[in-house]
Each structure stands twice: as C-alpha cells, then as structure tokens.
DNA sequence: CTCGCCCACTCGTCTAGGCACCTAAAGGAG
DNA sequence: CTCCTTTAGGTGCCTAGACGAGTGGGCGAG
C-alpha cells in the first residue's frame, strides 16, 4: 500500500469533543469541497485513512457513510470511495406544458430531452383501470375508479423519474388516452380533441428521502433525495380532469416556475 | 430485560442474499408503515433487537442508521429509538407575494404562521453590504457589491427556513430596506414605493441533503432533506431587483404552484 | 415527605479482528 | 496473440466486546 500523501488530509485533534469519525469526515468533506478530490476521483482506501489517522477501520467506514448520507460520495464494492459526480441537471420550466409546446406533437421530455442532446427514453409503461387511491379520489372530485397511466423516463440511460397520470373513467375510458401511446402531443391534446379545454394545473411540490422501491426504480444512490410532484389539471369547466403523480431523483432536477407580481 | 413480544418482527431469512442489518431494517420499517409502531412510539431497544434476532449489537445499530438516513426514526440518546413524528406541513402558495398581500401590512410569514394558529418568529437578523458571489451577481445583471439581509424564520421554536436576500447597492442603500426592520409589507412593498413595480418573479427549485451547517442552522433530523429556492424579483423595466437565496427543511413545506394552460 | 445519589438502561463511539465477494491486473495455457 | 485462471487489493458485512455518557427511577438519608 503507497503511503497516503500527507498534503491532503490533517491531524485528528484529541481534544475535541467532535467524534473522531466526525473529524474525519468534516476533513474529507473539505478536501472534496476544496477541489483537492475532484468529481469521480477516488478517495483514499480505508486501510490508507486506517494508516494516516491511526484509528480502526469500522471509524474510517463510519465517516464514509456519513459522506454518502450526504451524498457526496458513494461506495462501489472492489473499487473504492468515489466523489460522486454531479449529473447535469434537467431544468423543468413552468411554461412546460403551455399549449404551444403541445402542437409540436412530440411529447415534452422526448422533445426537451433531444434538444439538450441527452438521449431520452420511455420504459415500464402501464395503462390500466383501477380503483383510485383516497388522495386520488379527493383531487379528481369524488371518482371511484380511474384510468391509471405509468411510465418511467430515462435519460442517457439513467432513470430520473417516474410518474403515474390518473383520469377519472368517464373521460377516458375508450379514447386514446387508454392507449399505451396516446399520439401527438400527450393526453393533454386529446384532453383538449375530447373537449375538455385545459384551464391552469396546480402542482403540489414536497421533498422528502426515498422509499426502498424509490431507490430501486431510480437506481438511487444513497444521500439522493427525490423530489414529489403532484400535479392536477383543471378545464375550464372547474373540474379536476387528471391528476399526475411524479418522482424525480433530486439530484437530476431543477424546477423552475415564473409567477406573475399581481 | 422484558422480552420482545415476537408478535411485531419476524425473523431472518438466512438463504436470502440480502444483508442481514437490511434484514431487520425492512422488517422494522414494514412494521411502522403498518401502524404496529406509531408516531413518537419508542421502538425495542438495540440490546432487545440483538436478543430477539441473535445478532451482534453492531448490525442493529446498523439497521438504525438506515432508517434514520431515511427520516423514519430518531434516535435519543438514553432513551430509546423512536419513530419520527410528521410535522405538521407549511404550504406555500405560489401568489404568496401577490401585491394584494403586501398590502395587509405584516410579513408574509408571520401572517400565514399566524392564521395556522402557529407561533412564528424571525431572528439572526443580520443586514450588510458585501460582495456578491458569482451567482447572485450573474442573476442581478452584473453587480459588484449587495445589500445582503439574513433571517432565520422559526414556527412554534422550530426553524423551518432560513433566507438571504441580495439587492443592487445602488436600489437598497440608504432607503428602509437597508434597516433591520424595512416597514409594513417588507421589502418588496418599499420597492414598489421607490418606484421599482414589481413585474414578475422567477423561482428555482433544487432539492438535496443538508450541508452540515444547515443541520445546526435548521435543527434537522438525519434524513431530512432541504428545499433549496432561489428567487429572482423582476421590476417592470426587466430588472432584476433582488435574488432571494432561502433553505427550508423540507419536512415542513409543501410548494403549491399556480400554472395557466395557455 | 423531600432531596440527592446511585444504578440500570439506553444510545454513542471505538477497537480488533474475520469471512465473503467483487474487480482488475498479472501470468499461464492454448 | 488471445483467453482463462489466479491472486492481491478493495469493499461489504458481521462479530464480540469495551468504555463513555445521557436519562430516569428507586431508594436511602435527612
């Protein structure tokens, strides 16, 4: 094992209060934010940090999952402690669904996604009939059973979010939008063919650490919150017409919505 | 020590590829999901867990620390592991800072917090002109030096959200908006009287895990994340009056947007 | 009865190891 | 030269135990 180039990282100091795998980690923490371990670089193997600080090794693990609590590392088994990359962010602007954007056929993040010259996809897509959830039920107004759509989306490769649209029955129930691909420009053209002309969408935004199948369906790394969409969509009439359930890895977003000073 | 009632976990699957420490910690989390341990309920101790599962302490400390990292438990130190209680949610409208608000006279935040029956305060009020960072300087159009005004906004002794706004010198210096308490309606209502009518606002969402001197600044538990909101305010001429840099613990908000369909 | 102390219980930190498994590189077989 | 096997280095997981430190209840002294 080479020795540990003693620039990098410092002393521990005995006097403290602050845990020794605290120290550690506000070191290596420092070091990453510093510049001195750059983005997918490795840090140093445990045994080096065992060497440098003189500690054991469960205390060198315990400061590396403090690091990947906070997201900032992340551990790949036989290779090493990496800095975790930042991904490029996808920016969702509020305007997203504006009635122009839809006339151009393709769906928002096929044609988003083609513009930023990522490589989008469309997987695990569901469409069926089931009953709706309480939370459902009370945003569409009282519907029993509803047309439910699923989807992941990737981009690059990567999975970003999923997301899952609700329709009350009445609405869709033998339309295009019951069909896996509803055609040009979504469900919310043919909301519109069907003559339920879209009025505004409320979103509803939380933040919040992920479930288990969050972890799993996203490919989650650890210290990588998600970010909770719900969104309904109102015609003109007054009536909820569908309710968009949505989970984005954090990390791979940016929402952004303009608001008028009225 | 009483014996754990083996009716609340089952026990191990040891054909299973799964960690031993996942194990118990998908066992532990099922049985809050389900209700069997419930809000600020004190789940078995580390020493009935390693009784119960014949495990060594290490592994349920382990088990812990997952569902901590999660925000599903707390530990205490000396009294137990509990289940984390769901604080109540503050939702922020998106025509928060519409102009018939202002017009009441008190602080956005205190109003709301008021009507919510909750005891709002502000403090670690601190007001001065620095340098901008390159952020804030891009945003505002290529500024040197701001007017920078910090708070810290807390609901019933809890800090929910702290924020900085920084305003262009050449707007904010000598008028109310540079004393520690700008007047009836904040600072927006006196821009507006200096003649900068507000136009538009522009927000920016990110959500991630806190950096460790947000967790001392928002008391937050592990496992929760931060909704990170900056906010540009635009006068009527297309100038950027003033970013708002605020991080709030997302387990006390939900964003409500707004959104036309046009 | 009250106060203060002590002890049992709890979690927090740390040590010192062992086994399993993955990865990459070196080296040997074909 | 290519392909496979071996092996060393690395992480993941786990054990067994020690000491520290916060909490709360019980018990004895006053």
């Not at 439910?148 to 997301?163: H, I, N, S």
């Not at 009025?199 to 933040?207: G, L, V, Y």
């Amino acid at each position: 094992m080479p020795p540990l180039s003693s620039g990098l990282l410092g002393a521990l100091d005995p006097t403290s209060d602050r845990a020794v795998f605290r120290q550690i980690a506000d070191q290596l923490r420092e070091a990453i934010d510093r510049g001195r371990f750059k983005e997918g670089e490795k840090l140093p193997s445990e045994a080096e940090l065992v060497e440098h600080y003189g500690v054991s090794r469960m205390t060198v693990r315990n400061s590396f999952s403090i690091l990947q609590g906070e997201g900032l590392v992340h551990a790949e088994h036989g290779k090493g402690v990496f800095v975790r990359p930042r991904p490029p962010v996808r920016r969702l602007a509020s305007d997203r669904f504006a009635r122009r954007h839809r006339e151009q056929g393709k769906s928002a993040f096929i044609v988003e996604a083609d513009a930023a010259g990522s490589h989008p996809q469309v997987d695990s897509l569901e469409v069926k009939e089931e009953k709706a959830s309480q939370d459902v039920s009370t945003r569409l107004g009282s519907v029993r059973r509803v047309l439910a759509r699923r989807r992941r989306y990737l981009l690059d490769g990567r999975p970003v979010e999923f997301a899952t649209s609700y329709l009350p029955l009445d609405i869709a129930r033998g339309t295009p939008i019951a069909e896996p691909n509803p055609g040009p420009g979504g469900i919310y053209a043919r909301l519109e063919e069907l003559g339920h002309h879209l009025d505004h969408f409320d979103e509803e935004i939380r933040a919040r650490m992920p479930s288990p199948t969050e972890v799993k369906t996203l490919h989650l790394a650890s210290g990588v919150p998600v970010i909770h969409l719900i969104r309904t969509a109102y015609d003109t009439e007054g009536r909820a017409v569908e309710v968009c359930d949505t989970v984005m890895a954090a990390d791979a977003y940016v929402l952004s919505y303009q608001l008028p000073a009225t």
